[in-house]
């Protein structure tokens, strides 16, 4: 099957910082990415689609200018997470649909704590 | 407003029952649905997909749809402890938008 990743898995930061995100689909093109955030015990939220050479289409109320997206290749979708805060601690995953866009494949997800 | 909805749970199961987890959408023109299966601390993986009325099997998963009732369901044979996880559900709306819309999920759990 399809499979994305995710780098790092972990990673502690003070506020303030900016820290990034790395997704990739390791065996096939992913002509759009999508970005997830789930707090403890809730259920996903996306945050954007992330779409090859193109601007980010980020969902209602979620800030462009703090979630930095870019998806430069076919194969990579990085999300900056800038001036990070306590309450930016969350799990963060990615997401690559496959060449019909139907199926969506899952990174292992990136977890943030923001001291 | 395009809705999935799931009994968050949690359903609880003896080892080797038959585990039912339900999910109703709200757009009858919906076409592609999904089940994945999330361990605590874990991000989701995909189970199955299912785009046709009726069962599809795969192992000891089968999905159901019924597309006039607007539901859909996974059933688990022979359940294992090792099925105990939140379980979602994954609709892709029509309309234009391929991007599928998740419920929150049912936590099951398998006891011994």
């Known amino acids: 099957g399809a499979v994305v990743s995710q780098h790092p898995s972990w990673v502690i930061c003070k506020s303030g910082t900016s820290v990034k995100i790395e997704c990739r689909s390791l065996d096939f093109q992913a002509t759009t990415m999508f970005w997830y955030r789930q707090f403890p015990k809730q259920s996903l939220m996306l945050m954007a689609t992330?779409?090859?050479?193109?601007?980010?289409?980020?969902e209602q109320g979620v800030e462009k200018d703090k979630f930095l997206i870019n998806h430069a290749s076919l194969t990579l979708s990085t999300l900056t997470v800038t001036s990070a805060h306590p309450e930016d601690s969350s799990f963060y995953i990615c997401?690559?649909?496959?060449?019909?866009?139907?199926?969506?494949?899952f990174g292992p997800g990136t977890r943030l704590l923001v001291l | 407003q395009k809705e999935v909805e799931q009994n968050s749970g949690p359903l609880s199961v003896p080892e080797g029952a038959i585990a039912s987890l339900n999910c109703t959408y709200s757009?009858?023109?919906?076409?592609?649905f999904f089940w994945y299966r999330q361990y605590s601390g874990k991000s989701p993986e995909l189970i199955m997909s299912i785009y046709s009325n009726g069962d599809k099997e795969d192992g000891r998963f089968t999905a159901q749809l019924n597309k006039a009732s607007q539901y859909v369901s996974l059933l688990i044979r022979d359940s294992q402890p090792s099925d105990s996880a939140t379980y979602l559900c994954a609709v892709q709306f029509s309309g234009g938008s391929y991007i599928p819309t998740f419920g929150r999920g049912t936590s099951l759990i398998v006891h011994p």
């Open positions: 757009d009858r023109g919906s076409q592609s």
């Open positions: 997401s690559a649909a496959d060449s019909n866009q139907e199926t969506q494949y």
């Open positions: 992330s779409n090859e050479g193109s601007k980010a289409t980020y």
